[in-house]
């Protein structure tokens, strides 16, 4: 699994097709925190709104990086179709690690912040949230389940704003409302990482219905 998550993260890299959504990340956290005044809590509430296209966008573009014939090689090399998805949600969440590392930072340098542990792991837990929720979406809207992409990009943003708006349904619509209006992080800690928790079954339960979608399909 770890070689499938190597040889996938350098087919992306080698592609420089994750630069649309790496761009579209600082761009995102470089407007919504550069004149940042406020809490760390809200700071990060909206520097996880911004993971939730970007992880989206990382997603579906590393699943379409790779035609079908080039895609049917790996999955015999690779032992099935479940352990292709597997490293390519793998390779996703890698890249998401990567974006939650510098979602953590940046606001720091833009603005007068002093943060605290529970500050930082906060922010981690808010933006995995969002970075799992948009990995669910993305691999539900991707080429393995709709073969015209208009279809998965009209299907994505619909689920985008559901999760954004859904109040007291969207686990991700919650969190970002819930971390506006705190105060201190510490208090916000254990409601996010609960969410949290919720968006990793999301994403487990968006795989396990992707994987029987292509099975069938097969």
């Known amino acids: 699994m770890i070689a499938l998550v190597g040889y ?13 959504p790496l761009l579209l990340f600082l761009g995102l956290v470089a407007v919504l925190t550069s004149s940042d005044t406020g809490p760390l809590t809200a700071t990060y509430a909206a520097v996880a709104g911004a993971m ?50 510098a979602g953590l930072v940046l606001p720091l340098l833009f603005a007068t912040h002093t943060p605290g542990l529970a500050d930082l792991a906060l922010g981690t837990a808010a933006q995995l949230t969002c970075a799992f929720t948009g ?7 991707s ?4 073969r015209r ?27 970002l409302t819930h971390l506006q209006n705190a105060s201190d992080s510490a ?18 339960a968006a795989v396990a219905m992707t994987q029987a979608i292509t099975r069938r399909k097969a």
């Open 149 to 175: 992409q208009g279809y998965a990009l009209v299907l994505a943003l619909v689920l985008l704003l559901a999760v954004l708006l859904g109040k007291g349904v969207s686990p991700v619509n919650i969190m």
């Open 52 to 101: 939730l296209p970007c992880s989206v966008w990382l997603t579906m573009t590393l699943i379409g990086l790779e035609d079908q014939a080039h895609r049917s090689i790996v999955v015999v090399s690779a032992g099935g179709p479940l352990r292709v998805l597997l490293a390519t949600v793998g390779t996703a969440a890698t890249g998401c690690l990567l974006l939650t590392s």
């Open 135 to 141: 990995i669910a979406i993305g691999v539900v809207c």
């Open 8 to 20: 996938m993260s350098t087919v992306l890299l080698l592609s420089q097709r994750y630069l649309a």
């Open 143 to 146: 080429r393995l389940v709709f």
């Open 187 to 204: 208090d916000a800690l254990a409601p996010t990482g609960a969410l949290l928790t919720v968006t990793a079954g999301f994403l487990a």
